[in-house]
């Protein structure tokens, strides 16, 4: 087998996310809770990409995932691709999309927004897709890239 077979080797049902920048690869690993599942998962980062210089990849075995978690996938790899195979086929291809509204899975950046104190979940108006800039729903602060940290 080359190498680049074993790159893209083929998994028989899951999901491959593919076009991670190659330094955000271990905080999508991250962000889907995929440590701590029994699921077989394989990691691959610095592969060279036209699109990136260096990518990185994820493939999961046995795990679909949903929109909810797409939308965070996007977040910290907004050009990235979600393949669902199905049977060593690839049954769909799609690319993560930052949403217009994100609700619950960012924290707002503004130490006194009432997300912050009381059991009310965080809601952001994206008001900048390329910036990334999310305006709170409940204080008005922008929690922008740099400091977006996922709850
Ligand atoms: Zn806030």
Redesign the pocket.
């Known amino acids: 087998m080359g190498k680049k077979e074993l790159v893209v080797s083929a998994i028989e049902n899951g999901t491959v996310i593919d076009h991670i920048p190659a330094k955000s690869v271990f905080r999508v690993v991250k962000m889907l809770n995929l440590e701590d599942n029994q699921t077989q998962v394989t990691i691959g980062f610095n592969l060279d990409s036209r699109k990136y210089g260096k990518k990185g990849i994820i493939k999961v075995s046995n795990m679909f995932f949903e929109k909810r978690d797409i939308n965070k996938i996007a977040l910290i790899a907004p050009k990235a691709t979600l393949i669902v195979i199905k049977n060593y086929k690839v049954v769909e291809k799609l690319n993560v999309e930052i949403p217009d509204i994100i609700r619950k899975f960012v924290k ?3 130490p ?5 104190h009381q059991q009310v979940s ?1 809601q ?1 108006d994206v008001i900048d897709k390329d910036e990334l800039k999310l305006q ?6 922008i ?1 922008a890239k740099n400091n977006i940290e996922i709850l």
């Open positions: 707002c950046v503004n006194n927004c009432i997300t912050n965080t952001f709170c729903h409940y204080c008005e602060k929690t």
